[in-house]
């Protein structure tokens, strides 16, 4: 019984804390678009649902209000994407994440779980904020439902 106490103890001191909620502000642009106004690269649009009329596109950005000593340089990445954004971390810094078409994030055909991490000098993981657009459209922030779209 102990050997698996102490694993469990060891497994929850690997993850990267959450950072405080009322050390950043998460705030939306969405906007309808049309998606021949939208340039796209890799994908297959020839769904009809996908070509008729204006759609709604989102675009998150996430302001840190606050930064702690330890906290020097920001990471941003996405469960497509290890690595978008890689910078000195500045106070009320403000990182624009784009969701692109809510269908396309719903359908899993874009990126729809992003992690900013928050890094020390030394490359030690500090803090994390997790975004996640889940496929029924539930917006979660740090786990905390923070809307529907």
Request: avoid cysteine.
């Given at each position: 019984?102990?050997?698996?106490?102490?694993?469990?103890?060891?497994?929850?001191?690997?993850?990267?804390?959450?950072?405080?909620?009322?050390?950043?502000?998460?705030?939306?642009?969405?906007?309808?678009?049309?998606?021949?106004?939208?340039?796209?690269?890799?994908?297959?649009?020839?769904?009809?649902?996908?070509?008729?009329?204006?759609?709604?596109?989102?675009?998150?950005?996430?302001?840190?209000?606050?930064?702690?000593?330890?906290?020097?340089?920001?990471?941003v990445g996405s469960n497509l994407q290890n690595l978008m954004v890689?910078?000195?971390?500045?106070?009320?810094?403000?990182?624009?994440?784009?969701?692109?078409?809510?269908?396309?994030?719903?359908?899993?055909?874009?990126?729809?779980?992003?992690?900013?991490?928050?890094?020390?000098?030394?490359?030690?993981?500090?803090?994390?904020?997790?975004?996640?657009?889940?496929?029924?459209?539930?917006?979660?922030?740090?786990?905390?439902?923070?809307?529907?779209?």
């Amino acid at each position: 019984m102990m050997p698996l106490l102490v694993f469990l103890i060891f497994l929850t001191q690997l993850e990267v804390p959450f950072k405080a909620n009322e050390e950043f502000t998460v705030t939306h642009d969405y906007q309808y678009k049309s998606y021949k106004d939208v340039e796209h690269k890799d994908l297959d649009y020839s769904s009809t649902r996908r070509t008729a009329g204006n759609l709604l596109y989102l675009t998150t950005r996430v302001k840190l209000n606050k930064l702690s000593s330890e906290e020097v340089r920001v990471h941003v990445g996405s469960n497509l994407q290890n690595l978008m954004v890689n910078k000195k971390a500045e106070q009320d810094m403000v990182l624009k994440i784009d969701f692109g078409f809510i269908v396309d994030v719903k359908d899993r055909l874009t990126a729809h779980e992003y992690t900013i991490l928050l890094i020390s000098p030394e490359k030690k993981e500090v803090s994390r904020i997790h975004i996640l657009l889940d496929k029924d459209g539930t917006f979660l922030v740090n786990g905390q439902k923070r809307g529907k779209f």
